[in-house]
């Protein structure tokens, strides 16, 4: 299935590319010059699953969870995981974001302004700004204004990222209203991730902005307190439980397996990190069985230390369990949990910890529940995690966070900013932590920019932790 789709993406940015056609005698059927929105959709939204999510055919996302200490690879140190990275290695996560995704995104939206279909207009824009945070918060500086221009510009200038933020609320804001419009065709099963359910669109874009708005807690200009209250508005209209979830499901089958399941084939050498296991073993955390799978050697929960000089044996080394990365498992984008710990975390800031800790006890029990674990060691669990204070709220508010966003790119910009999870720098390690990955050499060379000198230990605008 995805395939196909893959497929009718590239046929539909190639007859894109024509200004016109000439004589009708020559058209041909099988290369559309023209495609419904509905046609769209489907190929934009499994890219964004499956190549920029999950990396797909490039390794941004892997590498993010490399330096959080989540994955490791069976290799011997320098790796990605002891921070090594070359411009080119990025080439494949630029192209997805920009040729492939955001440029498809670009002309959904202008095809759906045209039509009168605001809710595949406000697909769009959602999504372009789900995009945009991810990419600006991996390269900081990024193309926008001028960019998807085609041969008018080829060499657009970098937005800088505070204005890549601004445009973000923008979209979402600009989505939240054309869902409200409720004009022209409904999405139905060719939208894969919400089957056309507008409200649960809006839901999405609302927790999207109160993401966007608690990442500037820090940034120049803003204060703590007035990010907290722009995110405590926002989540009023956000996601109300795990129902809505923003995920992509996958049936198994050969073709249309979950990309986590494909990752973490043998031919990666892609493992789960010690760090990252033992935690689970140190919190006696019971949800150690639900998200990780025992080494098919031992039987025994192990992750791999980065940074080795050494191989070991793949089947010595735990990967994740089959909720998140069996063949038929959901992908998921954005969570409920994620709306909740946001929630907890901009409370504690205007409120205190008190007033945070149901809060935050309730996003863990929604996570837990969402895996299937028992009431009673849901308890257990809560009890032994105690009581928030002003000394460990955020401590503990992230720490839960990022077990619930297993596998999310958003765990690299909350440890960013807060510095939680607690992580130090790997084995053999070349480099501090980075804290943001390099241009792409195949940017640096059709769109040279003075940004494109940034190292990956420099900071972003909004990194002031």
């Given at each position: 299935m995805k395939k196909i789709y893959f497929v009718i993406a590239v046929l539909y940015m190639v007859s894109l590319t024509s200004c016109k056609k000439y004589i009708d005698v020559n058209t041909d059927p099988n290369r559309p010059i023209d495609v419904k929105e509905s046609l769209?959709?489907?190929?934009?939204?499994?890219?964004?699953?499956?190549?920029?999510?999950?990396?797909?055919?490039?390794?941004?996302?892997?590498?993010?969870?490399?330096?959080?200490?989540?994955?490791?690879?069976?290799?011997?140190?320098?790796?990605?995981?002891?921070?090594?990275?070359?411009?080119?290695?990025?080439?494949?996560?630029?192209?997805?974001?920009?040729?492939?995704?955001?440029?498809?995104?670009?002309?959904?939206?202008?095809?759906?302004?045209?039509?009168?279909?605001?809710?595949?207009?406000?697909?769009?824009?959602?999504?372009?700004?789900?995009?945009?945070?991810?990419?600006?918060?991996?390269?900081?500086?990024?193309?926008?204004?001028?960019?998807?221009?085609?041969?008018?510009?080829?060499?657009?200038?970098?937005?800088?990222?505070?204005?890549?933020?601004?445009?973000?609320?923008?979209?979402l804001d600009q989505g939240i209203e054309d869902a409200n419009k409720n004009a022209g065709l409904s999405p139905g099963a060719d939208d894969f991730m919400y089957a056309g359910d507008?409200?649960?669109?809006?839901?999405?874009?609302?927790?999207?902005?109160?993401?966007?708005?608690?990442?500037?807690?820090?940034?120049?200009?803003?204060?703590?307190?007035a990010q907290a209250q722009l995110v405590l508005t926002a989540l009023n209209n956000g996601m109300q439980s795990n129902a809505d979830d923003c995920k992509v499901a996958f049936s198994g089958a050969a073709g249309a397996e979950n990309p986590w399941q494909q990752n973490f084939l043998p031919a990666s050498t892609l493992v789960l990190a010690n760090t990252f296991v033992e935690g689970f073993k140190t919190r006696n955390d019971p949800r150690l069985s639900k998200m990780i799978a025992p080494a098919v050697q031992t039987g025994l929960y192990t992750g791999r230390e980065i940074g080795l000089d050494e191989i070991g044996s793949l089947q010595s080394y735990s990967i994740p369990a089959s909720f998140y990365a069996g063949a038929n498992a959901n992908n998921y984008l954005v969570n409920y949990t994620e709306a909740l710990f946001l929630k907890a975390e901009a409370t504690n800031?205007?409120?205190?910890?008190?007033?945070?800790?149901?809060?935050?006890?309730?996003?863990?029990?929604?996570?837990?529940?969402?895996?299937?674990?028992?009431?009673?060691?849901?308890?257990?669990?809560?009890?032994?995690?105690?009581?928030?204070?002003?000394?460990?709220?955020?401590?503990?508010?992230m720490e839960e966070k990022a077990i619930s966003n297993f596998l999310n790119a958003e765990n690299f910009t909350d440890w960013r900013r807060t510095g939680f999870p607690v992580i130090t720098k790997v084995k053999n390690a070349i480099s501090e932590i980075p804290r943001r990955v390099l241009y792409p050499n195949s940017e640096i060379t059709a769109n040279p920019q003075p940004q494109q000198r940034a190292k990956t230990t420099d900071r972003l605008w909004w990194d002031a932790n």
């Amino acid at each position: 299935m995805k395939k196909i789709y893959f497929v009718i993406a590239v046929l539909y940015m190639v007859s894109l590319t024509s200004c016109k056609k000439y004589i009708d005698v020559n058209t041909d059927p099988n290369r559309p010059i023209d495609v419904k929105e509905s046609l769209i959709l489907p190929p934009v939204q499994m890219l964004i699953s499956q190549n920029i999510n999950a990396s797909g055919d490039a390794s941004l996302s892997i590498i993010l969870q490399q330096y959080l200490q989540v994955i490791a690879l069976n290799q011997v140190a320098p790796n990605q995981g002891t921070y090594l990275m070359y411009n080119v290695d990025m080439d494949g996560d630029w192209n997805n974001v920009y040729v492939r995704t955001l440029n498809n995104l670009i002309l959904l939206n202008k095809k759906a302004s045209a039509n009168g279909n605001t809710k595949y207009g406000a697909i769009a824009k959602i999504l372009t700004a789900y995009c945009l945070g991810y990419a600006t918060d991996a390269w900081g500086d990024i193309p926008y204004s001028q960019a998807f221009k085609g041969t008018e510009n080829p060499t657009p200038v970098y937005d800088t990222q505070q204005q890549i933020y601004a445009q973000i609320q923008q979209l979402l804001d600009q989505g939240i209203e054309d869902a409200n419009k409720n004009a022209g065709l409904s999405p139905g099963a060719d939208d894969f991730m919400y089957a056309g359910d507008m409200a649960k669109w809006k839901k999405l874009a609302y927790t999207l902005k109160a993401r966007y708005y608690m990442h500037l807690s820090k940034a120049p200009g803003s204060t703590a307190a007035a990010q907290a209250q722009l995110v405590l508005t926002a989540l009023n209209n956000g996601m109300q439980s795990n129902a809505d979830d923003c995920k992509v499901a996958f049936s198994g089958a050969a073709g249309a397996e979950n990309p986590w399941q494909q990752n973490f084939l043998p031919a990666s050498t892609l493992v789960l990190a010690n760090t990252f296991v033992e935690g689970f073993k140190t919190r006696n955390d019971p949800r150690l069985s639900k998200m990780i799978a025992p080494a098919v050697q031992t039987g025994l929960y192990t992750g791999r230390e980065i940074g080795l000089d050494e191989i070991g044996s793949l089947q010595s080394y735990s990967i994740p369990a089959s909720f998140y990365a069996g063949a038929n498992a959901n992908n998921y984008l954005v969570n409920y949990t994620e709306a909740l710990f946001l929630k907890a975390e901009a409370t504690n800031i205007i409120s205190g910890a008190a007033a945070a800790q149901p809060i935050y006890q309730d996003a863990v029990r929604k996570h837990m529940e969402k895996l299937g674990v028992a009431t009673a060691e849901v308890n257990t669990y809560l009890t032994a995690r105690g009581t928030l204070s002003s000394s460990n709220a955020l401590r503990l508010i992230m720490e839960e966070k990022a077990i619930s966003n297993f596998l999310n790119a958003e765990n690299f910009t909350d440890w960013r900013r807060t510095g939680f999870p607690v992580i130090t720098k790997v084995k053999n390690a070349i480099s501090e932590i980075p804290r943001r990955v390099l241009y792409p050499n195949s940017e640096i060379t059709a769109n040279p920019q003075p940004q494109q000198r940034a190292k990956t230990t420099d900071r972003l605008w909004w990194d002031a932790n």
